[in-house]
């Protein structure tokens, strides 16, 4: 028992079952769609997904080769994977000879100006999202941007927009046990830092990586940006996190005013010059989100409607699960949140959010090495002490969501944590490395394509009635009926409807 239990158990007695029970999860899934050599499919979005621009379930991400599959919100961790699988089976039905990359490190990609940025149709708004997109690949390049994971949508009736804060600040404290937990990107292909440098390792056919790594993913290589790096972005409350986005929505940051918003031609570069272009530009673990009104800023709907549910954005695509997740990683991240919904949350300081990246990337590049310390408080513990508390800590959240809920699959959930902390070669980032080892000749990319292999196999081999495909075809015919819509319903030209949209006063209430 750690001397913050009394209060946790206070705060868990203090939460009615119905509350329990009314907690909510959705995910989205980002894979790339590969041809069956392995190297990334450049042919469009399939025509029998309907339209990416207004399908509920089937988008893109950056790519027009990156798929994104989106789940309902739902009361139980089972029937949003077994909607995530449904989701699956109608891409698979739909795709042909192709495949959904297993892992969060791409693909063998083609040239950079080959990798296919996402088309969204004719509409000003689809037009935003192609803008967008093209100016995420001129400031971080293409490469980074097939990099692929989950993102956790996850509420609780009754938390406060307050609440959701000392939430994330807790979840940022804590986060690094997700990556040591569930990170499953430690290697990949060589041809994707070609050219760039790293300080990674060749450790297989075609491969680099780090022998303890956890999740490249979340490291240097991954999503990060040296601008946003900057950006101390505090997360104290919802006036001062909008405050920092305000700013970087708003001031033009020199790099990328060299860049330009048009080039010669008058096409698009980017939308605009500041250190954002819109709020998905920053990068994060965890966001505070709201859905949204048409044509809404989300930075206006927090600040009018406050929070609604937060975005988990550090878990990496499982190889070893057939939709990238699996129902005992989803039960630890329910967990995991409401142990940092529970606990108390003091306000970060510019210090703590320095030494949070520190240890963020300690355990992205060395999480598995024996001894690894980390910042806390300004002194150093042992990574694996840390865990050890968290997981104790943990275990009455268990008993209370188990109780709740009938059964024993969250303590389940738990029990499996605790031995992968006590054998780290039970951890996905060491299975990815001894699978790959053991079976591909050291090769991400061969262990890769086979686990895509075998979950289109699996995958397309589960029944798929006939009223399930004729419900997905007919979502997809609505979808393209929206984009028509969409389009034939425009007034404005693209540089208007531009301005309009990035206008500062569209970010406040």
Request: aromatic share 6%; proline share 6%.
């Amino acid at each position: 028992m750690t001397n913050r239990t009394p209060l946790l158990l206070e705060r868990l007695r203090a939460l009615p079952a119905d509350r329990l029970t009314g907690m909510r999860r959705g995910i989205e899934k980002e894979s790339l769609r590969v041809r069956p050599d392995g190297t990334l499919a450049l042919t469009p979005h399939p025509p029998g997904l309907g339209s990416a621009l207004t399908h509920p379930h089937i988008t893109t991400d950056f790519s027009e080769s990156q798929l994104e599959l989106i789940t309902g919100a739902h009361a139980g961790v089972e029937d949003c994977l077994d909607e995530l699988g449904r989701i699956h089976q109608a891409v698979y039905h739909a795709i042909g000879d192709e495949a959904l990359w297993a892992a969060s490190m791409p693909c063998e990609l083609p040239p950079e100006d080959q990798i296919p940025i996402a088309r969204y149709g004719r509409s000003n708004v689809a037009q935003a999202k192609t803008v967008y997109r093209t100016g995420l690949s001129h400031r971080y390049g293409r490469r980074m941007q097939t990099i692929s994971g989950i993102h956790y949508n996850w509420s609780l009736p009754g938390v406060t927009t307050d609440q959701y804060f000392g939430l994330i600040r807790n979840f940022r404290r804590h986060s690094f046990l997700l990556l040591l937990l569930f990170g499953a990107s430690p290697a990949l292909a060589s041809g994707f830092v070609a050219g760039r440098p790293h300080a990674l390792q060749p450790i297989g056919s075609g491969t680099h990586g780090l022998p303890h790594a956890t999740s490249l993913r979340m490291g240097r290589l991954g999503y990060q940006s040296d601008a946003q790096s900057a950006l101390a972005v505090s997360y104290n409350g919802l006036e001062s996190y909008a405050a920092s986005l305000q700013e970087a929505l708003t001031r033009p940051y020199p790099d990328y005013e060299a860049i330009g918003i048009r080039d010669a031609d008058g096409g698009y570069r980017q939308l605009g010059t500041t250190l954002l272009q819109i709020e998905n530009e920053f990068y994060g673990t965890i966001r505070p989100k709201r859905v949204i009104r048409p044509g809404e800023r989300p930075l206006h709907a927090l600040r009018e409607r406050g929070v609604e549910y937060v975005e988990v954005r550090c878990l990496d695509l499982d190889p070893f699960a057939p939709v990238g997740i699996d129902a005992t990683t989803a039960r630890f991240v329910d967990l995991f949140l409401l142990h940092s919904l529970l606990t108390d949350s003091p306000p970060d300081t510019p210090q703590e959010i320095a030494a949070l990246g520190r240890n963020q990337d300690r355990v992205a590049s060395r999480g598995r090495t024996p001894g690894l310390r980390l910042e806390r408080d300004g002194a150093e513990v042992a990574l694996a002490d840390w865990a050890a508390q968290l997981l104790d800590e943990l275990a009455p959240i268990a008993d209370s969501v188990d109780a709740a809920h009938g059964g024993r699959s969250y303590r389940d959930s738990l029990a499996a944590a605790r031995a992968a902390l006590a054998e780290p070669a039970q951890l996905p980032s060491a299975r990815v490395l001894q699978a790959m080892q053991a079976d591909f000749g050291g090769s991400h990319t061969a262990f890769a394509q086979a686990r895509s292999a075998l979950a289109r196999r699996e995958l397309l081999a589960r029944p798929w009635p006939v009223a399930e495909q004729a419900r997905f075809e007919q979502m997809a015919a609505l979808s393209r009926q929206a984009q028509q819509r969409i389009e034939a319903e425009d007034r404005l030209d693209f540089e208007a409807y531009r301005q309009d949209y990035l206008a500062p006063e569209r970010l406040r209430v």
